[in-house]
């Protein structure tokens, strides 16, 4: 029995070893994700491996190269589409090129591209697709109509960037481990090997459909590429060193290691989430109050809570949403906002009637997210005399309560932009999203959802400026912080092509 | 049948109290005639243990980190609390005993402070599951029958769940912090418990004695509370302390996974993990932490051997 | 049998053995000598707790180490002293020269393994020979103690108590050795088997000639099989002597008690006369004789006594009391 | 012997459905919902988390689903599909357990080979030097939080001496630090449970019967006293193995192996209802399994058991012809 055993368990051994394939020649790029638990078929929930692959393995009918690219200003980079003519607000034609196969040789048509829309809406993976995309019909081989949910602004742009492609008859007589393991890639790698939950390894398609005027997306720069998922922010630091990966996420202390030393390069990018302060202004909460809002608002300082967590990489914010969109309004830059003035807040606090040290805030946080920015808020708090209870909860737990005005009184929390700012502050002001409760800090003001529709109407400068001092005026909401993260690679990448937030990985270029 | 065996031998094991005394003499101390302690009685296991180096160096470390916790307003200059940034990431010096954090504040005082929260939550965890398991243990052992298989039932199903996925799901059914923390570990903490004394039960419950109390018609409660718990309460010391040392080390992986004690308290396994990731660069911030949890997890281990060694006849020449 | 002079083939000379139980130095045997002829049965009688398991130990060398504190003297076996031999030759002595009988059939077999391996193991130990040629000896033996051959495979747990005492016979006897220590052999079995287990002993010892030495507290198995006898009184023997000097003539007030304790067909007494009084603790050092506390005839003298000399009643009749002149019991 | 094995069988079936119903209720009832969180951090609209929630089957009432998932799972051995990824969870789980099986079985493998000599050792010559020393240092390894142990390990063995890999799971190298890390932690108990029983038998009149018959020491350690000592050591080995097989969560989030713990723990806090019911039943079905196994190696090692489970049926057979 004893023998039978070992024999069985060495078999196992050799298998996984063949399954990492050698590389062949050219450049192979080993890279480290912080996530686990990804899948690597056309359609998935979002994670950083999927957002790092996607576009490798799965073409989709257009690319968008920066955050706010249009279609009307002609931004966005044609992959599988030919060409996009707008008939009205909510109806597109799309034609496809005539050659698109996938890496098992089946032909990609116009009825596969509607099978992949509806495919996906029903999965309800990608959100913006489920509130944007209404229905998608073949009106010839390779030409087919998109029809939208409505017209707003950047709905084009969503549907045509966020759906992968692939062949509906190979996704219906593939089996989920055929899917999982060695899928029919409609983009310019293919799948070499996948072990669960642990890594990929993509290599380049010699028979990739498309050969002149690529988009970044469609670059065949490394032979081949292989993705490790490293969650643990200190082994993906060692991993760096000791050579077993060519190129990863640093987390923000452990950069100062690899700065100065040129056998490694770094390349900073914005977080795509950034980070805001929101006042509870319900009755149930001493927030309400103007007074004690202003009193909190200064009484801390962004940079000194973001040196809570151990670094000083980040860029403060001087508005709710982050410096990031085009319809950004770059003076409020320069202008004061909320400075850490600890006098200023103690006369606020004695306004609003609170001995120093009476008034209690309870901050709402997730427990998994680093503490330091929190414990460096409650300390400077505490010298202007407010006492900051931290509620810590598992991420599931915090967001059920963000949504009970009495659980908490001020909130931390994050949203990212895709396109415009105006979007970034509907997703926190719009009371379409919050009905009865108004904002997301419960705060029913009808002259904020008015300035809120003009902003976000014209995106002129003057109601821009309007909305921005509404808010910073009452203070319902503060911006503090975007982290800025930084991917190590080693000396062999000289540019990740970093677009949009996430590195093109086949768009990288080598030292030579 | 084959379990019987396995949960008899999985309790004698653990706690391997054999009452086999083989009719010896009294022990006699010192040449000096003794009234024969009867071994398994408390008095008799004091003296022994006072005389295991081992216990006695465990008894003198956990006394001396509670007397510091107790002190440690008194004697550290800064707040557990208190931030001074621009001393961030010291190594130890005369200023910060044993250095600061990523956010100024003084390891001294902090690793102090903390030793209350793994104490605390080691204690009453351990109590919380020693109370409700030797209840269920004892309700098991001594009515048997239809009663014992189902609490010995409910015990397989809690055994089926890893401890730790136990924890998480507790806490992240009632949210983190100290308090949930104790929750979690207490409840997980039963099975153990339950097993021990159902096992001392079915030990005892055939000594004369109990069927004594029972001819003299004592309700079943008293013979419960009076007889059968106080005879069979030297083995659950062992377990008491082995329990406290795990409990430490659980809840520190609590900390690591992001749950258990939330940031701000200077639980020492919320500093482990927070500091993990410091662990090149300034790694005076994990050894400090780690170091205290080995000296308290190991006094207790001592002392539970100790008192092991005590109860078991069988282990003492 | 009758007694022959020859040289002695096992002897006991002066042997001391002490426990260490925490810091209490236990007393067992203290001084004990006597001698085995050839083919001779030695009966050592006493009370439980009087050091005859530890001197039927000593002999084997198998005490057990960690509780026991200074053994002293010598055991002489064909001249060699037992406590001066090295591993090597204590190994090839245990089970050819000298093996034993244990007092609880239950616990001395081990129970995860058949009878037969356990007896031919035994047997290899000794005899360089196949493991076919040392099942076959075992079969013998079982067979000599009045177990059918078919049990040979089966486990100790599926014999009753009297079929493992004849099972830990076999295992003792399996290599002919010239000394057998029968420690207590009968005292687990009932009164029925006890009969049974005995006259097989004593078949068996005539048959291949062992020298034994029987211990027992009962003097009517002693009066069944042993031609000497030795008194054992708190580690010290303080009677010896052919079976018929002891049996006939009790000088030492202990041995007559023990008699007196018997009852006796003849008189129809409502009430045995006991010894009074319990054994002496074993860790104390006592000056005087050790039974003096218990003794109906303690006096003067018997302070005077020293207790370290054995005083002559007849030729190889010892007694350690300096009354000698032994009335009827 | 095979009429107790199904009857076993038999008594797993509704502790498995015990441990599904409890799990899926509890991580019902926890406060969370999995379709925001499934969507990710950030802002989401009402109608987005709507949406999201149709997609995944929650709007339907809780009995339906846990009817449904229960009865696909007893029934039809179908795990269903996990909430939040919406692949098999089956299929996850199987390509997960090998890891965890590797991390298991070697573990074991690790302390048994140090901690059953040590054990014997330590018994055999009880309170010696070598005995407190080797207490001493196996305790002090038992007291380390495994996390500690494990980032240590990988400072000393990968980043100094740069003998073996960092994290990753693909050739064997990965797995010698997660091995050691994993064992490290359990080897002080289970030398002092093998030193516990192997000093309860070497005291035991057997082994003076075996020491009387002029046995090597050697022999009677092992084939006497050892045999005997097994079964307190199975016990705790297959306890042991049993818990390990639920995935060793710690060491796998260290050293990023996907194993069944971290699914779990990524399960329960993503609120995925599916995949922690099936992640539970599948390692509470490993556990009953092993206990099974180590209950049958009972009868190898012990006849007076092997006994009993025949008893039944010999009795039957002794009636037949009597």
């Excluded at chain 1, 393995?57 to 030919?82: I, N």
């Excluded at chain 3, 029925?192 to 507290?217: F, N, P, S």
């Excluded at chain 4, 009429?3 to 019902?28: C, D, E, H, Q």
């Excluded at chain 4, 006293?225 to 306890?239: C, R």
Aim: glycine letters at 8%; proline letters at 4%; hydrophobic letters at 40%.
């Amino acid at each position: 029995m004893k023998h039978f055993f070992a024999l069985f368990l060495a078999l196992m051994m050799a298998v996984t070893m063949l399954s990492a394939a050698s590389a062949e020649t050219g450049h192979s790029v080993t890279v480290a994700v912080d996530d686990d638990s990804f899948t690597i078929g056309p359609w998935g929930s979002a994670g950083a491996v999927r957002d790092w692959t996607e576009t490798v393995m799965w073409t989709h009918l257009c690319y968008r190269p920066f955050v706010g690219a249009a279609l009307d200003k002609d931004e966005l980079q044609m992959v599988a589409a030919k060409s996009v003519t707008k008939v009205d607000d909510t109806t597109y034609d799309v034609e496809i090129f005539d050659n698109i196969t996938d890496s098992q040789g089946n032909a990609i048509k116009a009825s596969d591209v509607v099978f992949s829309y509806q495919q996906l809406a029903s999965l309800g993976y990608v959100s913006e697709i489920g509130v944007y995309f209404d229905s998608a019909e073949a009106t010839g081989d390779y030409t087919l109509t998109l029809h939208l949910k409505d017209g707003t602004e950047g709905a084009i742009e969503n549907v045509l960037t966020l759906c992968s492609i692939a062949s509906q008859a190979w996704y219906e007589g593939a089996s989920q481990d055929e899917i999982e393991t060695n899928p029919a890639t409609t983009g310019p790698y293919t799948v070499a090997g996948v072990e669960t939950a642990s890594s990929i390894t993509m290599a380049a398609r010699a028979d990739y459909w498309k050969s002149e005027d690529l988009a970044y997306v469609e670059q065949q720069n490394a032979d081949q590429i292989v993705i490790l998922c490293i969650t643990e922010a200190s082994m993906r630091s060692v991993a760096l060193e000791n050579g077993e990966v060519d190129m990863a996420e640093i987390s923000a202390n452990d950069v100062s290691r690899f700065e100065g030393n040129d056998a490694y390069n770094i390349t900073n990018y914005n977080n795509f989430m950034s980070q805001y302060l929101i006042f509870n202004t319900s009755e149930n909460s001493p927030c309400q109050d103007e007074n004690v809002r202003k009193a909190i608002a200064y009484g801390f300082d962004c940079m000194t809570m973001l040196m809570g967590s151990g670094t000083t990489a980040g860029i403060v914010s001087y508005d709710v949403a982050p410096n990031m969109a085009p319809d950004y309004v770059q003076a409020w830059d320069e202008a004061e906002y909320f400075p850490w003035k600890p006098e200023v807040a103690a006369q606020y606090l004695a306004d609003a009637g609170y001995q120093p040290g009476e008034l209690t805030i309870r901050i709402l946080v997730t427990a998994q997210a680093p503490q330091g920015p929190y414990q460096a808020l409650q300390a400077m708090l505490m010298q202007s005399g407010i006492n900051l209870e931290i509620c810590a909860y598992d991420r599931a737990v915090r967001q059920t309560y963000q949504e009970d005005p009495t659980a908490w009184d001020i909130a931390e929390y994050s949203d990212s932009i895709t396109d415009f700012t105006t979007h970034f502050w509907e997703d926190l002001f719009s009371e379409k999203n919050y009905g009865a409760n108004g904002t997301q800090g419960f705060t029913v003001d009808p002259t904020l959802q008015q300035l809120l529709a003009a902003a976000s109407a014209d995106r002129s400068e003057e109601n821009m400026n309007a909305f921005h001092d509404y808010v910073a005026e009452h203070c319902y909401m503060i911006g503090l912080y975007t982290e800025i993260r930084s991917i190590v690679t080693g000396s062999g990448i000289t540019d990740i092509c970093l677009q949009k937030l996430n590195p093109v990985l086949n768009a990288m270029t080598f030292a030579e | 049948m084959p379990e019987e065996i396995r949960n008899e031998v999985m309790e004698r094991q653990e706690r391997s109290h054999e009452g086999k005394g083989k009719g010896r003499h009294g022990h006699h101390r010192h040449g000096k005639p003794q009234d024969s302690v009867k071994p398994g009685s408390l008095k008799y296991v004091w003296r022994s243990v006072s005389h295991n180096k081992g216990a006695v160096i465990g008894m003198i470390l956990l006394a001396l980190i509670v007397v510091l916790c107790l002190l440690s307003p008194i004697i550290c200059r800064y707040g557990y609390a208190e931030m001074n940034i621009q001393d961030w990431y010291q190594t130890p010096n005369p200023n910060h005993l044993l250095g600061t954090d990523q956010m100024g504040r003084d390891l001294l005082s902090r690793v102090l402070y903390g030793a209350r929260y793994t104490l605390i939550i080691g204690i009453t965890a351990t109590a919380m599951s020693a109370v409700l398991g030797i209840l269920l243990g004892a309700v098991a052992g001594y009515f048997g029958g239809f009663v014992d298989s189902c609490v010995m039932r409910f015990l397989d199903l809690f055994q089926a769940f890893p401890t730790l996925v136990l924890a998480m799901a507790f806490c992240a059914v009632f949210g983190t912090g100290v308090d949930k923390c104790i929750l979690a570990l207490g409840i997980t903490g039963i099975p153990g418990f339950a097993r021990l004394m159902r096992a001392n039960i079915l030990r005892i419950a055939n000594m004369e004695y109990i069927e004594a109390a029972k001819t003299i018609n004592c309700p079943t409660w008293k013979t419960i509370l009076k007889h059968i718990i106080p005879n069979s309460i030297s083995p659950v010391i062992v377990e008491i302390a082995m329990t406290i040392s795990r409990n430490g080390l659980t809840s520190s992986s609590l900390s690591f996974l992001g749950l258990g004690v939330q940031a701000p308290k200077p639980e020492w396994g919320a500093m482990l993990s927070e500091a993990r990731s410091y662990i090149r660069d300034y790694p005076h911030m994990v050894i400090v932490p780690g170091i205290f949890i080995v000296i308290t997890v190991l006094s207790f281990n001592l002392i539970g051997d100790a008192f092991r060694d005590a109860l078991d006849p069988t282990l003492k020449d | 049998m009758q007694k022959n002079n020859d040289k002695p083939l096992f002897e006991v000379k002066n042997l001391t053995v002490e426990y260490h139980s925490g810091d209490a130095i236990i007393h067992a045997v203290s001084g004990v000598s006597f001698d085995l002829k050839p083919g001779e049965t030695l009966g050592l009688v006493g009370e439980t707790g009087a050091g005859k398991t530890t001197i039927a130990r000593a002999s084997l060398r198998i005490l057990p180490e960690y509780s026991v504190e200074r053994v002293d003297g010598e055991i002489l076996y064909n001249g060699e002293d037992v406590l001066k031999m090295n591993d090597g030759q204590l190994r090839k002595l245990r089970g050819e020269h000298i093996s034993m009988i244990f007092q609880d059939p239950m616990t001395a077999l081990n129970p995860v393994k058949t009878v037969i391996s356990q007896i031919a193991e035994g047997y290899r130990e000794h005899h360089q020979c196949s493991a076919a040629e040392a099942n076959q000896v075992a079969i013998k033996m079982l067979e000599m103690v009045g177990i059918v051959a078919q049990r040979a495979n089966d486990y100790p747990h599926q014999f009753s108590g009297g079929m493992k005492q004849r099972v830990v016979i076999a295992l003792a006897l399996a290599c002919s050795p010239k000394v057998l220590i029968a420690d207590e052999p009968t005292t687990a079995l009932d009164v029925t088997i006890q009969a049974q287990v005995l006259d097989l002993i004593k078949g068996l010892r005539d048959e291949l000639g062992t020298a034994m030495i029987l211990i027992t507290h009962d003097l009517g198995i002693v009066a069944d099989v042993c031609d000497k006898v030795c008194v054992i009184y708190a580690g010290r023997i303080v009677e010896s002597g052919t079976k018929e000097d002891i049996f006939d003539h009790p000088t030492h007030p202990y041995t007559q008690g023990l008699f007196a304790a018997l009852p006796d067909l003849e008189h129809n007494v409502r009430r045995l006369k006991p010894i009074e009084g319990l054994p002496p603790d074993p860790s104390e050092e006592r000056r005087f004789c050790d039974f003096m506390d218990r003794c109906p005839h303690r006096c003067r003298e018997c302070k005077g006594f020293d207790k370290n000399t054995m005083v002559e009643v007849s030729p190889g009749h010892y007694t350690r009391c300096w009354r000698t002149e032994g009335k009827e019991a | 012997m095979v009429k107790y094995v199904i009857k076993r069988l038999l008594i797993m079936i509704p502790l498995l459905l015990a441990v599904g119903i409890i799990m899926f209720t509890l991580m019902n009832f926890v406060p969370g919902d999995p379709a925001q969180l499934a969507l990710g951090s950030g802002v989401h609209t009402q109608e987005e988390i709507e949406l999201k929630r149709e997609a995944m089957g929650l709007n339907r009432p809780f009995v339906v689903r846990l009817t449904e998932y229960i009865g696909n799972i007893f029934l039809h051995f179908d795990f269903g599909k996990s909430l939040t990824s919406g692949t098999e969870i089956k299929y996850e789980l199987m390509s997960r357990f090998p890891y965890t099986f590797y991390i298991a079985v070697f573990s074991i493998l690790l302390t048994i080979v140090v901690g059953l000599p040590l054990g014997i050792y330590t018994a055999v010559h009880a309170n010696s030097l070598g005995d407190k020393a080797s207490l001493f240092i196996t305790l002090l390894f038992d007291c380390m939080p495994s996390f500690w142990t494990a980032l240590l390990l990988v400072l000393l063995f990968s980043l100094n001496l740069r003998w073996l890999p960092s994290s990753g799971a693909s050739t064997w190298k990965h797995f010698v630090l997660p091995v050691i890390a994993n064992s490290l932690g359990g080897l002080a108990g289970f030398t002092r449970q093998v030193r516990a029983s192997m000093l309860e038998v070497i005291r035991s009149d057997y082994i003076t019967t075996a020491r009387s018959k002029g046995l090597k020491e050697h022999a009677v350690v092992y084939n006497h006293a050892l045999p005997n000592a097994l079964i307190p050591i199975l016990t705790v080995i297959g306890m042991r193995f049993g818990s390990m097989l639920g995935g060793a969560t710690i060491v796998e989030v260290v050293f990023s192996i996907p194993g069944i713990g971290q699914y779990l723990v990524n399960a329960i806090s993503g609120r995925d209802y599916n995949a922690c019911t099936g992640g539970i039943i599948f390692i509470a079905f490993t556990f009953s399994v092993i206990m099974l196994l180590t209950d049958l190696l009972y009868a190898w090692v012990d006849p007076r058991i092997k006994a009993q489970y025949a008893g039944a049926s010999k009795r039957k057979k002794v009636a037949a012809n009597a």
